[in-house]
Protein backbone atom coordinates (compact mmCIF):
# COMPACT_ATOMS: atom_id res chain seq x y z
CA UNK A 1 0.00 0.00 0.00
CA UNK A 2 1.15 3.60 -0.68
CA UNK A 3 -1.52 5.47 1.48
CA UNK A 4 0.93 5.05 4.63
CA UNK A 5 3.95 6.33 3.27
CA UNK A 6 2.58 9.01 1.25
CA UNK A 7 0.55 9.94 4.28
CA UNK A 8 3.65 10.20 6.18
CA UNK A 9 5.56 12.46 3.49
CA UNK A 10 2.70 14.64 2.63
CA UNK A 11 2.21 15.58 6.96
CA UNK A 12 6.23 16.21 6.54
CA UNK A 13 5.42 19.57 4.70
CA UNK A 14 2.20 20.41 4.91
CA UNK A 15 1.67 24.32 5.76
CA UNK A 16 -0.24 26.12 8.47
CA UNK A 17 -2.64 28.45 7.57
CA UNK A 18 -1.85 30.59 10.79
CA UNK A 19 1.77 30.48 10.77
CA UNK A 20 2.84 29.86 7.40
CA UNK A 21 0.63 32.22 5.50
CA UNK A 22 2.08 36.14 5.89
CA UNK A 23 -1.54 37.71 6.63
CA UNK A 24 0.43 40.83 8.28
CA UNK A 25 2.37 41.38 5.38
CA UNK A 26 -0.97 42.42 3.21
CA UNK A 27 -0.81 45.31 1.63
CA UNK A 28 -4.50 46.89 0.05
CA UNK A 29 -2.49 49.18 -2.26
CA UNK A 30 -1.13 46.06 -4.55
CA UNK A 31 -4.70 44.63 -5.09
CA UNK A 32 -6.74 45.78 -7.57
CA UNK A 33 -10.57 44.81 -7.80
CA UNK A 34 -10.18 42.61 -11.14
CA UNK A 35 -7.30 40.85 -8.90
CA UNK A 36 -9.83 40.31 -6.06
CA UNK A 37 -12.27 38.63 -8.41
CA UNK A 38 -10.49 36.16 -10.07
CA UNK A 39 -9.77 34.84 -6.53
CA UNK A 40 -13.14 34.83 -5.48
CA UNK A 41 -13.74 32.60 -8.80
CA UNK A 42 -10.01 30.36 -8.10
CA UNK A 43 -11.79 29.44 -4.43
CA UNK A 44 -15.47 28.14 -5.73
CA UNK A 45 -13.20 26.24 -8.40
CA UNK A 46 -11.20 24.72 -5.53
CA UNK A 47 -14.16 23.68 -3.62
CA UNK A 48 -15.02 20.90 -6.65
CA UNK A 49 -12.55 18.96 -4.66
CA UNK A 50 -15.47 17.25 -2.57
CA UNK A 51 -17.49 16.18 -5.56
CA UNK A 52 -14.32 14.79 -7.65
CA UNK A 53 -13.80 12.92 -4.22
CA UNK A 54 -16.86 11.62 -4.02
CA UNK A 55 -16.75 10.38 -7.31
CA UNK A 56 -13.45 8.75 -6.72
CA UNK A 57 -14.34 6.61 -3.80
CA UNK A 58 -17.89 5.78 -5.73
CA UNK A 59 -14.97 4.90 -8.69
CA UNK A 60 -12.27 3.09 -6.44
CA UNK A 61 -14.45 1.13 -4.20
CA UNK A 62 -12.52 -1.61 -4.71
CA UNK A 63 -9.07 -0.25 -4.22
CA UNK A 64 -8.68 0.32 -0.33
CA UNK A 65 -4.86 2.16 -1.17
CA UNK A 66 -6.11 4.98 -3.26
CA UNK A 67 -9.35 5.45 -1.69
CA UNK A 68 -7.54 6.18 1.80
CA UNK A 69 -5.27 8.35 0.08
CA UNK A 70 -8.28 10.20 -0.88
CA UNK A 71 -8.48 11.31 2.88
CA UNK A 72 -5.03 13.02 2.22
CA UNK A 73 -5.77 15.04 -1.28
CA UNK A 74 -9.32 16.20 -0.10
CA UNK A 75 -7.99 17.73 3.01
CA UNK A 76 -5.59 19.34 1.38
CA UNK A 77 -7.49 20.75 -2.10
CA UNK A 78 -10.10 21.74 0.50
CA UNK A 79 -7.99 23.82 2.46
CA UNK A 80 -6.78 25.49 -1.07
CA UNK A 81 -10.41 26.70 -1.21
CA UNK A 82 -10.22 27.87 2.43
CA UNK A 83 -7.31 29.75 2.85
CA UNK A 84 -8.63 31.79 -0.70
CA UNK A 85 -12.04 32.26 1.00
CA UNK A 86 -10.10 33.22 4.43
CA UNK A 87 -8.12 35.62 2.64
CA UNK A 88 -10.97 37.35 1.35
CA UNK A 89 -12.49 37.52 4.61
CA UNK A 90 -9.66 39.50 5.84
CA UNK A 91 -9.70 42.00 3.21
CA UNK A 92 -12.54 41.72 0.45
CA UNK A 93 -15.15 39.82 2.67
CA UNK A 94 -18.11 41.52 0.23
CA UNK A 95 -16.26 38.76 -1.95
CA UNK A 96 -16.28 35.31 -0.24
CA UNK A 97 -18.21 32.86 -1.91
CA UNK A 98 -21.79 32.01 -0.30
CA UNK A 99 -22.75 28.81 0.58
CA UNK A 100 -24.74 28.75 -2.53
CA UNK A 101 -22.02 29.51 -4.72
CA UNK A 102 -20.49 26.74 -3.65
CA UNK A 103 -22.93 23.84 -3.42
CA UNK A 104 -23.71 24.68 -7.43
CA UNK A 105 -20.52 23.30 -7.86
CA UNK A 106 -21.04 20.07 -6.27
CA UNK A 107 -22.92 17.51 -8.45
CA UNK A 108 -22.65 13.76 -9.39
CA UNK A 109 -20.08 13.12 -12.05
CA UNK A 110 -20.94 10.44 -14.27
CA UNK A 111 -19.61 6.45 -14.13
CA UNK A 112 -15.54 6.58 -16.42
CA UNK A 113 -12.84 4.47 -16.63
CA UNK A 114 -10.89 4.14 -13.45
CA UNK A 115 -7.68 4.46 -15.12
CA UNK A 116 -8.28 7.22 -17.50
CA UNK A 117 -9.71 9.65 -14.72
CA UNK A 118 -6.55 8.97 -13.01
CA UNK A 119 -4.53 10.15 -15.77
CA UNK A 120 -6.62 12.76 -16.40
CA UNK A 121 -6.14 14.20 -13.09
CA UNK A 122 -2.61 13.39 -13.18
CA UNK A 123 -2.44 16.31 -15.73
CA UNK A 124 -4.98 18.05 -14.09
CA UNK A 125 -2.55 18.58 -11.34
CA UNK A 126 0.66 19.62 -13.27
CA UNK A 127 -1.14 21.98 -14.95
CA UNK A 128 -2.82 23.56 -11.92
CA UNK A 129 0.72 23.91 -11.02
CA UNK A 130 1.82 25.74 -13.41
CA UNK A 131 -1.36 27.79 -13.63
CA UNK A 132 -0.59 28.71 -10.00
CA UNK A 133 2.49 29.55 -10.34
CA UNK A 134 1.83 32.10 -13.18
CA UNK A 135 -0.98 33.52 -10.81
CA UNK A 136 1.72 34.02 -8.16
CA UNK A 137 3.78 36.33 -10.61
CA UNK A 138 1.14 37.83 -12.12
CA UNK A 139 -0.51 39.38 -8.86
CA UNK A 140 1.38 41.95 -7.40
CA UNK A 141 0.18 42.18 -3.31
CA UNK A 142 2.87 39.57 -1.12
CA UNK A 143 0.39 37.84 0.90
CA UNK A 144 -2.06 36.35 -2.35
CA UNK A 145 1.36 35.75 -4.24
CA UNK A 146 2.66 33.86 -1.59
CA UNK A 147 -0.71 31.79 -1.20
CA UNK A 148 -0.50 31.06 -5.16
CA UNK A 149 2.81 29.93 -4.73
CA UNK A 150 2.28 27.49 -1.59
CA UNK A 151 -0.93 26.40 -3.32
CA UNK A 152 1.41 25.42 -6.33
CA UNK A 153 3.60 23.48 -4.23
CA UNK A 154 0.69 21.33 -3.30
CA UNK A 155 -0.60 20.61 -6.56
CA UNK A 156 2.73 19.34 -7.66
CA UNK A 157 2.93 16.78 -4.29
CA UNK A 158 -0.61 15.59 -5.42
CA UNK A 159 0.49 15.36 -8.78
CA UNK A 160 3.42 13.04 -8.08
CA UNK A 161 1.49 11.03 -5.94
CA UNK A 162 -1.01 10.15 -8.30
CA UNK A 163 1.95 9.18 -10.52
CA UNK A 164 2.84 6.50 -7.74
CA UNK A 165 -0.72 4.97 -8.29
CA UNK A 166 -0.14 5.28 -12.17
CA UNK A 167 3.10 3.44 -11.44
CA UNK A 168 1.20 0.68 -8.89
CA UNK A 169 -1.67 0.24 -11.99
CA UNK A 170 1.23 -0.60 -14.31
CA UNK A 171 2.64 -3.41 -12.56
CA UNK A 172 -0.86 -4.63 -11.84
CA UNK A 173 -2.61 -4.71 -14.61
CA UNK A 174 0.39 -3.77 -17.45
CA UNK A 175 -0.34 -2.67 -21.44
CA UNK A 176 -4.23 -2.10 -19.96
CA UNK A 177 -2.90 0.70 -17.95
CA UNK A 178 -0.47 1.88 -20.51
CA UNK A 179 -3.24 1.97 -23.06
CA UNK A 180 -5.27 4.45 -20.73
CA UNK A 181 -2.77 6.27 -19.46
CA UNK A 182 -1.51 6.87 -23.41
CA UNK A 183 -4.75 7.82 -24.30
CA UNK A 184 -5.02 10.90 -22.26
CA UNK A 185 -1.62 11.88 -21.90
CA UNK A 186 -2.46 12.72 -25.79
CA UNK A 187 -5.25 14.22 -25.28
CA UNK A 188 -4.25 16.33 -22.04
CA UNK A 189 -0.76 17.56 -23.86
CA UNK A 190 -2.60 18.80 -27.20
CA UNK A 191 -4.44 21.29 -25.12
CA UNK A 192 -3.27 24.21 -27.85
CA UNK A 193 -5.29 22.85 -30.39
CA UNK A 194 -8.62 23.57 -28.20
CA UNK A 195 -10.88 26.20 -27.64
CA UNK A 196 -10.82 25.54 -24.43
CA UNK A 197 -8.26 24.89 -21.50
CA UNK A 198 -7.85 20.94 -21.05
CA UNK A 199 -8.86 20.93 -17.13
CA UNK A 200 -10.83 18.27 -15.18
CA UNK A 201 -13.20 21.74 -13.92
CA UNK A 202 -13.47 22.80 -17.37
CA UNK A 203 -14.55 18.69 -18.84
CA UNK A 204 -17.84 18.03 -19.35
CA UNK A 205 -18.89 15.21 -16.45
CA UNK A 206 -22.99 14.73 -16.58
CA UNK A 207 -25.06 13.79 -19.69
CA UNK A 208 -27.88 14.76 -17.99
CA UNK A 209 -26.97 18.29 -17.03
CA UNK A 210 -25.13 18.88 -20.37
CA UNK A 211 -24.37 21.48 -21.08
CA UNK A 212 -24.09 23.15 -17.54
CA UNK A 213 -21.94 19.59 -16.49
CA UNK A 214 -18.75 21.15 -16.17
CA UNK A 215 -17.21 23.10 -13.00
CA UNK A 216 -16.25 25.99 -14.64
CA UNK A 217 -19.58 26.31 -16.70
CA UNK A 218 -21.64 26.60 -13.03
CA UNK A 219 -19.42 29.29 -11.67
CA UNK A 220 -20.92 32.68 -10.86
CA UNK A 221 -18.93 34.06 -13.68
CA UNK A 222 -18.97 30.82 -16.68
CA UNK A 223 -16.63 32.49 -18.90
CA UNK A 224 -14.07 33.48 -15.94
CA UNK A 225 -11.48 30.69 -16.57
CA UNK A 226 -10.26 31.49 -20.35
CA UNK A 227 -10.48 35.64 -19.76
CA UNK A 228 -8.28 34.48 -16.47
CA UNK A 229 -5.93 32.41 -18.50
CA UNK A 230 -5.54 34.18 -21.76
CA UNK A 231 -5.85 38.09 -20.86
CA UNK A 232 -5.09 38.35 -17.07
CA UNK A 233 -2.09 35.88 -15.86
CA UNK A 234 -1.69 35.59 -19.66
CA UNK A 235 -0.92 32.05 -19.53
CA UNK A 236 0.70 31.96 -23.07
CA UNK A 237 2.79 29.38 -24.86
CA UNK A 238 5.61 29.04 -23.24
CA UNK A 239 3.71 28.13 -19.63
CA UNK A 240 1.80 25.93 -21.97
CA UNK A 241 4.80 24.17 -23.55
CA UNK A 242 6.27 23.91 -19.77
CA UNK A 243 3.14 21.78 -19.10
CA UNK A 244 3.29 19.66 -22.39
CA UNK A 245 7.09 19.31 -21.60
CA UNK A 246 6.19 17.77 -17.45
CA UNK A 247 3.66 15.47 -19.23
CA UNK A 248 5.90 13.67 -21.64
CA UNK A 249 8.87 13.87 -19.35
CA UNK A 250 6.65 12.15 -16.75
CA UNK A 251 5.03 9.85 -19.12
CA UNK A 252 8.72 9.30 -20.51
CA UNK A 253 10.22 8.11 -16.77
CA UNK A 254 6.55 5.98 -16.50
CA UNK A 255 6.78 3.84 -19.84
CA UNK A 256 10.40 3.95 -19.77
CA UNK A 257 10.64 5.23 -22.99
CA UNK A 258 11.95 8.49 -24.33
CA UNK A 259 8.95 11.11 -25.29
CA UNK A 260 10.30 14.05 -27.24
CA UNK A 261 6.68 15.35 -28.74
CA UNK A 262 3.27 14.61 -28.41
CA UNK A 263 3.28 12.69 -31.75
CA UNK A 264 5.84 10.16 -29.87
CA UNK A 265 3.41 9.56 -27.24
CA UNK A 266 0.58 9.07 -29.34
CA UNK A 267 2.57 6.55 -31.73
CA UNK A 268 3.01 4.36 -29.15
CA UNK A 269 -0.51 4.99 -27.83
CA UNK A 270 -1.35 3.09 -30.83
CA UNK A 271 1.54 0.72 -30.27
CA UNK A 272 -0.05 -0.42 -27.07
CA UNK A 273 -3.29 -0.25 -28.58
CA UNK A 274 -2.28 -2.91 -31.57
CA UNK A 275 -0.39 -4.89 -28.74
CA UNK A 276 -4.69 -5.20 -26.60
CA UNK A 277 -5.98 -6.30 -29.98
CA UNK A 278 -7.37 -9.82 -29.48
CA UNK A 279 -6.11 -11.98 -32.75
CA UNK A 280 -8.72 -13.72 -34.53
CA UNK A 281 -9.22 -17.56 -33.61
Known amino acids: MLYPELFKSLEQVRWNMDTDIPWDQYDASKLTPEQAQTIKMNAITEWSALPATEMFLRDNRDDSDFSAFMSIWFFEEQKHSLVLMEYLRRFHPELVPTEAELDNVRFEFDPAPRLETLMLHFCGEIRLNHWYRCASEWHTEPVIKHIYKIISQDEARHGG ?37 LHPTNLHVNQALFPQDTIQSRLPDPDWLERWLDGQIKFDGIWEKKVVDRILHNMSLLFERSFDTVQDLNRYRKEISQRLVVPAV
Open 161 to 197: AYLRYMKKSLAEVGDVARAAFAKIGVLMASARRTEKP
